[in-house]
């Protein structure tokens, strides 16, 4: 059974076996007398049992494990024996020989003591190979062409990358073995007033040490591989911060500009207004808008850095958690505002207002479209809505969506028929905000005039607010349709709208279920042929009958019985009988028989 012994290295505590202790004792004392004389010798020591610390706590699984012999053997190979290094000042400018175990391992740091804000361009330019001068470059550019993105990138980068403070961590920067070797060289140059990083790689050493190993083919075929699969990991790292980065910026900018007109209310901050039904202050909706969108694409963000950067500091499980804690608030929170903007919208009332139409019915109506140049100019039929003033300078809601359909009446009168619709939460309160719609027209002589267009009071809200207009005009009456209601009548015709929009710009005659154009060009009557491909007449008098449908031509009288269809001709009276079809013609007579 072996004692152990507790120790604290480098303000590191660590459980230690006593053997191994011994070990380390001696290691660190041999350690010492190798830099008794050396310039910055505290520093050299103080950046050796940090190294060591950090070694130990590489190997440490648990808080309550011990370090054995084999654990400080292992440290010790790695930095070095002491008496492989007894240099003086005169000689130190030859290379030493290290340790045939250590290992170069770079990792990303920022690197301050060549900085001009955060160090990060000079710690990339270590972690890539090339000149700190370039990544500045680069970084420009990218800030320039992504409109400040990338800006968000660099403070991310300051935030999440470590700085190089030890020696070690210096040395690791720059991709050198962490050995007594360099962490003497490291120091000494400081002392010398050398601040530039150390670039100093034994090349030729690891050369040689390269050309001594042999590989098989199929361990080079490995590393290709590994290298491509490292360089599209890399690529998926570099999508996934460009994405995530520049979500986040959008959020941004949408949260402050949101949040900021909500205290001073411009004139666009209307909008967002009259269609918040449920009461909630936009700054706070574009807050939890932001919180639910942008903490996932924080964290995909902090993914690719992952990906990129192999030593990023781990934002620590407390931050993890909040930021888990509020996502999840603002989701609940956004599902809740959705639930209750969506309940408002969720039935519809109509009101109904009927007006009979005194005119002379002998003489042709005009019905036509009347705009409003102070709200709108467009005579457009459009379901937007417009934040405008009236004549009292009160804030309205104006909206085009206007809708005309003309049915036939057996009635010797006209009628008018508006509809007006609203969406609520309730049907009381749908109906009390279709009540509120102000809608108008005009009769003059013979001169309907319609207003293509609604308002309602700026409070109501939009709900979706629309007028249906229907005129129910007597048969055999004349209306004369404006240009301008083209895009206000429907496309197709039916019992319900017996006109289409189509027919603008022409007279109709008013049928039964059905209207015909008057003033229509023979072009026109050809297109409407080949539209609807539907023909049917019908005369019965005292003479005769005349019927002309999609079946064909039927004649008929006293005397004769004519039949013209697909199948051909017949004819039949009291003398003869004429047939024309597939089999040719064939004509008989009463003789004949």
């Given at each position: 059974m072996n004692k152990t012994v507790n120790i604290n290295l480098a303000g590191t505590f660590f459980h230690i076996d006593e053997d191994a202790y011994q070990k380390l004792q001696r290691y660190l004392d041999a350690i010492k007398r190798s830099f008794t004389d050396s310039q910055g010798r505290s520093e050299i020591l103080a950046d050796i049992e940090a190294r060591i610390a950090e070694l130990f706590t590489e190997r440490v699984k648990h808080d309550k494990q011990v370090i054995s012999t084999k654990e400080v053997e292992e440290v010790i190979a790695i930095m070095g024996q002491p008496e492989d290094y007894l240099v003086d000042d005169e000689i130190f400018e030859d290379e030493p020989t290290t340790s045939p175990r250590s290992k170069s391992i770079k990792k990303l740091?920022?690197?301050?003591?060549?900085?001009?804000?955060?160090?990060?361009?000079?710690g990339l330019g270590h972690y890539l190979g090339l000149d700190a001068i370039w990544i500045r470059l680069i970084w420009v550019l990218l800030a320039l062409g992504s409109m400040g993105t990338f800006v968000l990138i660099y403070i991310l980068f300051w935030i999440l990358v470590p700085e190089a403070l030890t020696t070690a961590e210096k040395l690791t920067m720059t991709g050198e073995p962490v050995n007594i070797s360099n962490i003497e060289k490291k120091i000494k140059k400081g002392f010398e007033g050398v601040s530039d990083t150390v670039k100093n790689v034994d090349y030729e050493k690891y050369g040689s040490k390269v050309k001594s190993t042999s590989k098989s083919f199929f361990d080079t075929i490995g590393d290709i591989i590994m290298f491509f699969l490292k360089l599209f990991a890399k690529f998926i790292g570099v999508l996934l911060v460009l994405f995530s980065a520049l979500s986040i910026f959008a959020l941004l900018i949408s949260v402050l500009s949101l949040g900021s007109s909500s205290f001073f209310h411009p004139w666009w901050m209307?909008?967002?207004?009259?269609?918040?039904?449920?009461?909630?202050?936009?700054?706070?909706?574009?807050?939890?808008?932001?919180?639910?969108?942008?903490?996932?694409?924080?964290?995909?963000?902090?993914?690719?850095?992952?990906?990129?950067?192999?030593?990023?500091?781990?934002?620590?499980?407390?931050?993890?958690?909040?930021?888990?804690?509020?996502?999840?608030?603002?989701?609940?929170?956004?599902?809740?505002i959705g639930i209750k903007q969506a309940s408002d919208h969720a039935l519809d009332s109509v009101v109904t207002q009927k007006d009979t139409l005194l005119y002379n019915t002998k003489d042709t109506l005009q019905i036509s479209m009347v705009k409003n140049n102070k709200f709108n100019r467009n005579l457009r039929r459009s379901s937007d809505f417009k934040i405008v003033y009236n004549d009292n300078d009160q804030k309205v809601i104006f909206s085009r969506d206007v809708a005309l359909y003309i049915r036939s009446t057996k009635d010797s009168v006209a009628m008018i028929q508006i509809e007006k619709e609203s969406k609520g939460k309730n049907y009381l309160e749908a109906k009390d905000r279709a009540e509120k719609i102000v809608y108008n027209y005009t009769l003059k002589n013979n001169q309907l005039l319609l207003d293509s267009y609604l308002l309602t009071d700026y409070k109501n809200k939009y709900r979706e607010q629309k007028v249906d207009i229907i005129l129910y005009l007597p048969e055999g009456t004349y209306v004369d349709l404006n240009r301008n209601l083209r895009s206000f009548l429907p496309a197709y015709n039916s019992v319900d709208n017996i006109i289409t929009y189509k027919n603008s710009n022409h007279i109709m005659k008013i049928l039964n279920d059905d209207a015909t154009c008057v003033d229509c060009t023979e072009a026109e009557d050809d297109e409407d042929f080949n539209n609807n491909n539907i023909i049917d007449v019908n005369i019965?008098?005292?003479?005769?009958?005349?019927?002309?449908?999609?079946?064909?031509?039927?004649?008929?009288?006293?005397?004769?019985?004519?039949?013209?269809?697909?199948?051909?001709?017949?004819?039949?009276?009291?003398?003869?009988?004429?047939?024309?079809?597939?089999?040719?013609?064939?004509?008989?007579?009463?003789?004949d028989n």
């Open positions: 740091y920022r690197d301050t003591s060549n900085s001009y804000i955060g160090g990060v361009a000079s209307d909008y967002p207004d009259a269609v918040n039904t449920t009461g909630l202050p936009i700054w706070l909706g574009s807050l939890l808008v932001f919180f639910t969108v942008g903490i996932p694409c924080f964290f995909v963000l902090y993914l690719g850095l992952k990906i990129l950067i192999n030593n990023l500091k781990s934002i620590g499980k407390p931050a993890k958690f909040t930021l888990l804690g509020i996502w999840l608030i603002s989701l609940i929170g956004l599902i809740t019965n008098d005292e003479n005769g009958s005349l019927k002309i449908n999609s079946e064909g031509v039927s004649i008929k009288n006293d005397n004769v019985d004519i039949q013209i269809g697909h199948t051909g001709v017949k004819a039949n009276s009291s003398e003869v009988k004429v047939d024309i079809g597939e089999n040719g013609i064939n004509i008989t007579s009463d003789e």
